[in-house]
């Protein structure tokens, strides 16, 4: 069985390999196609597609934008087959950069009101020219041994609503599927299962967003169980959406997250890709 990832994070953003060698990681672990979806930046997919084209490995430039979501969760879309090289795309990702700058700022003060010896400069370094982001606070407070690993770094201090957190600034869900598409991307609504809702309401959110021009849904990924895998499988099919599907590798800020098999049980089959490819077209070419 051919396997595809459609949902990685390179050290453009916060995952902790480069974009060139997450193409070889991939071609090592036999992927047939990868995409590379980092947060809010499309800096890498330069280096990415370069890195595929000399390894002979079907890419997919992406990204993965976050939403405002009134919800128990947090809603991510994800863009595929993005021109990288579109001004309004830019434009857009360039003001999230400088309020995720100004964010990171307010929950490095945070830290250290608590007390906490932490800077801008260490994060930066951390981070090695990407985007800084809170994997790489929490890397450092597991360093400092103010905790002893992510979880609790995220349950104690930076996850949604604790000591250090501030929320991160986002677009509207329609104003970033009209974005996506401008750069002649498809858009998929990114891990379901986070945005925390049971199946009356996920129902209607997708059926919202579907009116609003999203055009798949991330049915396969390293968190969904069968059950809920297969529901939203169904649900792409009541909404005549496409799927997608990814493990969303992050190197070794979520270590327990292997390219293309999440935990170990996760496939993406390659027709995931095919089919997300010829829609594309399709579109392109209208």
């Not at 990407?130 to 930076?158: N, S, T, W």
């Not at 327990?256 to 027709?271: A, D, Q, S, T």
């Amino acid at each position: 069985m051919k396997i595809i990832d459609l949902h990685t994070h390179s050290t453009a953003s916060d995952g902790t390999l480069t974009p060139g060698d997450l193409i070889k990681e991939a071609k090592k672990a036999g992927l047939s196609a990868i995409a590379l979806t980092d947060h809010d930046t499309v800096a890498g997919l330069a280096e990415a597609q370069e890195m595929a084209q000399s390894l002979q490995i079907a890419f997919v430039p992406g990204v993965e934008i976050s939403v405002k979501f009134e919800g128990p969760g947090h809603c991510h879309l994800l863009g595929y087959f993005i021109d990288y090289e579109n001004g309004v795309l830019k434009e857009t990702l360039a003001s999230l950069h400088e309020a995720r700058a100004k964010r990171n700022i307010l929950m490095v003060e945070k830290l250290k009101s608590l007390g906490i010896d932490i800077s801008i400069e260490e994060l930066e370094k951390m981070a090695e020219g990407g985007e800084i982001g809170r994997p790489h606070m929490a890397k450092i407070l597991v360093q400092k041994g103010i905790v002893k690993d992510f979880d609790e770094a995220f349950e104690k201090y930076l996850g949604k609503g604790k000591l250090a957190y501030v929320p991160k600034a986002r677009l509207e869900a329609e104003e970033a599927i009209k974005i996506i598409h401008k750069a002649g991307g498809l858009v998929s609504l990114a891990h379901p299962y986070y945005l925390g809702l049971d199946e009356d309401a996920l129902i209607s959110y997708v059926a919202g967003l579907k009116n609003k021009g999203l055009d798949a849904i991330e049915a396969y990924y390293t968190d969904h169980d069968k059950a809920f895998t297969q529901f939203c499988l169904e649900l792409a099919q009541r909404f005549s959406l496409l799927v997608s599907g990814g493990s969303d590798f992050h190197g070794t800020n979520k270590p327990e997250i292997k390219l293309g098999v999440g935990k170990g049980n996760l496939r993406v089959p390659i027709e995931v890709y095919e089919r997300l490819l010829e829609a594309w077209k399709v579109r392109a070419q209208a």
